[in-house]
């Protein structure tokens, strides 16, 4: 049953490639599908590459371990925020914008709108250096996955998923990675709603209102809004990290630049916030179960210790029926399936747009969607490389990964898109401490995981305050850049070509 369904999801993904095969004839094509992507596949697009399997294996059963139902802050924070909010302030705007620009990428937008190259080059370095590896551990976390359930070596795991990778999005580019998401989403949505159904039905909970009950037997503080303990503080962070951290990520914000026009988004505004309800809540609500299957932490196999990354896969290979865990197993891998691509995609992206398009414009322009081929297979052999490897370093940089990106771009890109006086001089100040703030924080704590989430959601909001102080206080743009941007020029044309025909009817 297992090796069918696998084989069934591994065909429809190059299904979906090869299908999308002939429509990539421009590098718009290839990386945004033509900006022609309809509200179901724009949502699907985004919350499949929100929620990587990170938010079962690990998160899950850690925070729901941690701070019981509380958890369940995250799941509201993500909701509203992450998806509800994020379509509503940053979507439409994004899209007319970045149209009215030219810009493609997060590098672009901010070369564009700041008029500087030397911020289009920095923030492709970023997405470099701390993306590529963050895909490295994805390709690290599927083959673990592949080894432990059909017992494949761990090379030949590697091996398979960045083969599977590279021809389903080398082929189709973002039009094959958005239908597959469909699918890869609706895996996700049924896996969830089953784990929910044997969880909630298992003897251990007996229903909600009981595993509620037996909950606060155990502990009341696992029912409390603030956990046990009444650890806020990191709880905050955490919310403040997984929600707030999409607004600034680059292969996030993608999913705006592709959609199809304005009536899309409202429709994909809904569906991306429903699936965003059904994924978080399924996952941290069932991590607040495991108190009940649990009386310690369970020990790794590899390490001998306890550790909470074991909570939800034993707690699905018990309570589960053979078909239940299988589901399960393709919603890890759709999860993981769907964020490796889209950090692929953004990844390559950075050089062969961000980079090449800047120094060689002749060859961006001749042979783009060869280039863009030819580096995302680069990205993804080198992704192998570092997880055939698997050198310490990978897992400090995959740890402030999110926080660091998403610190770097959050406040130069919304205030480029909605306050006409942000100068170049405060969005990189910006950019620069949002860095800086990660980076080095993350190194004096020694990359403590327990201090990570509060060092990511402070470098985002510092930025958020550095940006306005600077720019009031430094030249701004020229007012026709910045008018080009807002498109000031264009309803200056509009009023004054209905007010001469006007005057002619009169």
Not at 111 to 129: D, H, P, T, V, W
Not at 132 to 137: D, E, G, M, Q, T
Not at 252 to 280: C, H
Not at 434 to 451: E, F, H, K, M, T
């Amino acid at each position: 049953m297992k090796i069918l369904l696998l084989c069934l999801f591994v065909g429809v993904l190059l299904y979906s490639g090869y299908c999308s095969m002939g429509r990539n004839r421009t590098v718009g094509d290839f990386f945004l599908g033509g900006r022609n992507m309809g509200p179901w596949l724009s949502a699907f697009a985004y919350g499949t590459t929100y929620f990587s399997a990170v938010i079962f294996i690990g998160y899950a059963g850690k925070v729901g371990w941690g701070y019981g139902m509380a958890a369940l802050w995250i799941v509201v924070g993500n909701t509203l925020v992450g998806s509800l909010l994020a379509w509503l302030v940053l979507a439409r705007r994004t899209r007319l914008m970045t149209a009215r620009l030219g810009a493609m990428t997060m590098p672009e937008f901010l070369e564009a709108r700041y008029q500087s190259r030397a911020m289009k080059i920095y923030g492709a370095l970023i997405i470099f250096i701390f993306l590529v590896p963050y895909s490295a551990s994805v390709f690290m976390g599927l083959s673990y996955l592949f080894n432990q359930i059909f017992g494949l070596p761990y090379l030949y795991a590697a091996l398979l998923m960045c083969l599977l990778t590279a021809l389903y999005l080398v082929m189709g580019g973002y039009r094959a990675v958005a239908l597959t998401d469909v699918i890869q989403g609706t895996v996700m949505l049924a896996g969830v709603g089953m784990l929910l159904y044997y969880v909630l039905g298992a003897p251990q909970v007996g229903g909600i209102v009981q595993g509620l009950e037996r909950l606060a037997a155990i502990n009341p503080g696992l029912v409390s809004p603030a956990g046990p303990g009444g650890q806020w503080l990191p709880l905050a962070a955490l919310v403040v990290l997984t929600s707030l951290g999409p607004w600034g990520l680059p292969q996030m914000i993608q999913k705006f630049y592709a959609i199809r026009d304005e009536r899309a988004i409202p429709p994909a505004m809904v569906v991306s916030t429903i699936f965003a309800l059904v994924i978080t809540f399924g996952a941290y609500f069932t991590g607040s179960l495991t108190h009940l299957f649990f009386d310690k932490l369970p020990v790794d196999p590899a390490t001998g210790k306890p550790t909470p990354d074991m909570l939800m896969p034993i707690l699905i290979h018990s309570t589960l029926p053979e078909l239940g865990a299988t589901l399960i197993l393709l919603l890890v891998l759709s999860a993981s399936m769907s964020t490796l691509s889209s950090l692929v995609l953004v990844s390559s992206s950075a050089i062969s747009i961000d980079l090449v398009q800047s120094l060689k414009p002749g060859w961006a322009r001749k042979h783009g969607v060869l280039i863009m081929r030819l580096l995302c297979c680069l990205f993804i052999a080198l992704s192998l490389i570092i997880a055939l490897v698997k050198p310490a370093i990978i897992l400090s940089l995959m740890a402030i990964s999110w926080g660091t990106v998403a610190g770097a771009f959050l406040a130069p890109y919304i205030y480029g898109l909605f306050w006409r006086g942000t100068t170049p001089a405060g969005a990189w100040a910006g950019t620069i401490s949002g860095l800086g703030c990660s980076v080095i924080l993350s190194l004096y704590y020694r990359l403590d995981a327990a201090v990570i989430p509060l060092v990511g959601s402070l470098s985002m909001l510092i930025p958020l305050l550095v940006v306005p102080v600077i720019s009031l206080v430094t030249r701004p743009l020229p007012v026709e850049v910045v008018e080009r941007a807002f498109g000031r020029d264009e309803a200056v044309k509009r009023q004054t070509l209905l007010k001469c025909k006007e005057v002619e009817s009169s």
